[in-house]
């Protein structure tokens, strides 16, 4: 087979993704020098949800919050390796239910490890 014909199979997502880049790079630029100026106190202040801001929001707050979101997306997607699994259970055999025996052991000890460390625990 020649080694040039599947290089230019590519020509056509290459082109759209120059010219989508070229795209979002002049426009960005086009409102960067063409768009208004006017910079004043009120404009510059920050704004959420239509409520006038309060405080520093730099505030410490509990690192828990954090640690449980990370845990969370950690174990959710060790969840999400469980589907392929499942959908091939039978074509797997019984090689593939002990891969999953192992997979789901090695998932369990880490559960059991934040649990006996106090990682979801709230004072």
Request: glycine share 8%; hydrophobic share 55%.
């Amino acid at each position: 087979m020649n080694s040039t014909g599947g290089l230019i199979d590519y020509l056509p997502v290459v082109l759209m993704m120059v010219v989508a880049v070229g795209f979002v790079i002049t426009t960005m630029l086009a409102t960067h020098y063409l768009g208004p100026k006017r910079k004043s106190k009120l404009k510059l202040e920050a704004f959420e949800c239509g409520i006038e801001s309060q405080g520093n929001a730099r505030i410490p707050f509990s690192i828990k919050y954090f640690l449980v979101a990370i845990l969370f997306v950690l174990f959710d997607v060790e969840v999400i390796f469980m589907y392929p699994w499942a959908v091939n259970f039978k074509s797997l055999g019984m090689f593939g239910f002990l891969e999953m025996l192992t997979f789901m052991g090695v998932l369990l000890l880490g559960f059991f490890y934040i649990i006996k460390r106090g990682a979801l625990k709230w004072e």
